[in-house]
């Protein structure tokens, strides 16, 4: 089957949106006992038009870390380019990435369940979660000779700011009362001001 | 059989230092892979005889989770005995929750993998593991009126303290480059400074 481009971006957009349905299921029930129907049923798909689009879970999944990891890296590419100081960049990404987490992957923990995945696709993941995390890191380094930043070991400092981002799996609920906006703000602010001088 | 108290506390040591083994095994393996027969292994037992201080996996979980609340418990209530500013009291307790994280637990995750719990069990762990955060919590709103820390959402802030340090168990390894206590003084520098006005 030959695909134009429209039915390709067609195809792309059908698939972001399943994307979105299957992580609220995985937040829900956690990835092991999510299956294809609850998927399909979420997204109010038949099972088989579901299977039109993905193979099986796996490939969900897949999509759902490759996926989430080139928007953080866009972001991060992006926020390395603008003209401002590093604490307004490390603002930047840490909103960037909460809204990602809490909004694109509705808190789930999808991007981060690693496990379930082939050992090629893995590496892939990991090659470009490694190079999210050294932007990352980048930022917080440029800042401390600058004197902008307080110098700290930048490896443990950037460990700390992912892991409380991270963390927001393990509470963040969709239906809260917080919005995914305000929770954004109060971490970049509080995360922020932990470095700088 | 009649248990003498010096008994109790000679089976109280020999259950904390299996403890300390399975926690090991817990971070290496994972829970659902770690047997009762490589933990008797990890700390020189027969099988048999680890038998005789836990009946089962489940319970050196149970042992382990309730063990180490209690022991957070009882720093979070002797830092808020001592005649301190908030700043410090909040930088007192993150040293002692990294510290039992790393050194005492091993970095593993045991502590916090409740899923594999009986409901009866895991709703006295969630219940301590509240008083915890309603503990640290109350640290860091009390140093906001008082004008020692900025005023934000103070469960938002508590939720990304707890998350930097709850994340080690994604990162640390006992044979890292880092000792525990290098790692527990830059996370409380951290962490505290985001607070602080």
């Known amino acids: 089957m030959v695909q134009t ?16 349905g299957a992580a609220g299921e995985f937040r829900r029930r956690g990835f092991e006992a999510t299956g294809m129907r609850d998927i399909a049923r979420a997204v109010g798909l038949q099972p088989g038009a579901l299977y039109y689009y993905f193979k099986n879970k796996q490939e969900i ?51 981060i369940e690693t496990h379930a995945l082939p050992p090629r696709l893995l590496e892939k993941i990991i090659r470009k979660r490694d190079a999210y995390e050294r932007l990352v890191r980048r930022i917080v380094e440029e800042g401390m000779p600058r004197g902008a930043f307080v110098k700290r070991d930048p490896k443990l400092v950037t460990l700390a700011i992912l892991g409380a981002m991270n963390w927001s799996i393990k509470w963040y609920r969709p239906d809260g009362a917080k919005a995914a906006q305000e929770i954004a703000d109060v971490f970049a602010d509080f995360l922020t001001r932990g470095v700088k001088r």
């Not at 971006?9 to 979105?20: A, F, G, W």
């Not at 590419?77 to 307004?88: D, I, K, N, Q």
């Open 61 to 111: 999944l897949y999509f759902c870390q490759d996926t989430s990891l080139d928007r953080l890296l866009q972001a991060a590419r992006r926020v390395a380019r603008l003209r401002v100081g590093p604490a307004e960049r490390l603002r930047r990404i840490i909103v960037e990435q909460m809204k990602c987490m809490l909004d694109e992957l509705q808190g789930s923990a999808a991007h």
């Open 5 to 20: 481009s429209n039915e390709r971006s067609r195809i792309d957009r059908k698939r972001l949106e399943i994307l979105r």
